[in-house]
């Protein structure tokens, strides 16, 4: 019987490697953008806003990484209505906006990330080179 | 190395000046309104509710400045879902009513206004008249 | 007449620049520490949260920023009971905490910077040493 | 019997000479103030945030203005713990901060001001000047 379990948790050096690819590749696309890295509870570990990001994205961003640590999925792929009653039931917590991932490591959510002010691929594009950056450097 | 940024902020001056233009506009066209002017970052700089304006619309304007500050775009243009969905990862700070816009000096934005409790044609051009008056100012 | 002016602002370069000397000094003195920077109208800028801070840091270490930068002063300053009626009135956006201190730039309000998870003392030297990595990047 | 009652209101030219005779005060006195005009019900008529005065006074002047509404008293005259009590039974609704004042006319209750981010001493000397030029215009 277990009464305890072992989980891989993001850090936050990990989280700042994430902030920072992700923000590099937000500078190579030439779209400022909200960048929110979660834990796997869903607390703030890492944010930053670029310069010309949209100001409510600091809110929406964070939603969506959020979302996307709550089901270990990407966030805004449910179909409606389950969507809207799921914003509801919990306050606005989730969202069904594209643009948060899932940090997975070797199977594991260890975290997420959200991702907003430009369109949902350019939050998406965003968002994968942050991973990608981690992924990086456990290879 | 730019640790700084230099911006132009609309002054409470002249966030009188665009109260006071798209009151006189609202009166000309007999509908009376709220009209909300804010800042950069959403922050409400002045305010007026005319006599017989919709109690709501006191809110509903100000987030229309709030929203058209956020994006330096009209606000009411998003489709659906993203808009519901905006306005739920916001917590109703972003709204997809039409009658905010933001105010542009040179290309910058230095702040929005939001008109309610017309319809969003009679919002507009009251919102439209407050920044003319501005932009009269500094010609 | 001024209809607009002019106001220097932390760019998020600058925000990262400060977020980095705090959690450098945080490491140093050996206290993990949430860290918060805010721009000069309260809306986040940068943050962290170092391995091992409290979680509920997230929200107080922000608003001691938001406080900071509302009043250009360090928070936690005010007598009784004005305090707890600030906090009551601004719907909990002003805290009375230590921790929060102002970023200002040749006399200029710039934005601010809230550390939570430490002492009151703790906190203050972290957020301080932020805040001296920025005005050395300026000297 | 009365089924219905007439009752004295501040319109909304009413409120703007109360907002430019504050405003004009908090200029001659050399503080920035944000000043907050509501009705009888509390509900927001007028708003001006002066250059350079606090952000987070936008909600506590407010919630001054809407206390003394409430109450057709000045706010912050109650003893605790019901001062307390108020706050929290009203969500915040209710400050007992210094700095609102009723506007009366003839014992009537038309209106409510409040006012923000000076010392108390100073902000009620910005709310009286702003009662005052109403009383002056209807003698």
Redesign the interface.
């Known amino acids: 019987m277990a009464v305890l379990q072992n989980r891989l948790e993001l850090?936050?050096?990990g989280?700042?490697i994430v902030l920072q690819a992700a923000t590099a590749k937000a500078q190579e696309i030439g779209v400022p953008q909200c960048i929110a890295i979660v834990d796997r509870g869903g607390?703030?570990?890492?944010?930053?806003?670029?310069?010309g990001a949209?100001?409510?994205?600091?809110?929406?961003a964070t939603?969506?990484a959020v979302t996307a640590a709550s089901s270990a999925k990407p966030s805004?792929e449910l179909a409606?209505p389950l969507?809207?009653g799921l914003?509801a039931a919990t306050q606005?917590r989730f969202?069904?906006?594209r643009g948060g991932l899932p940090i997975m490591v070797s199977g594991c959510l260890v975290g997420a990330i959200g991702v907003g002010s430009g369109t949902?691929e350019q939050d998406l594009i965003v968002a994968q080179a942050g991973i990608d950056a981690l992924l990086a450097c456990l290879a």
Chains 1, 2, 3, 4 share one sequence.
């Open positions: 850090s936050s050096e989280a700042l607390h703030l570990l890492a944010f930053l806003r670029m310069d949209k100001v409510l994205s600091q809110w929406s939603q969506k805004g409606e969507a809207a914003v606005g969202t069904n906006l949902a």
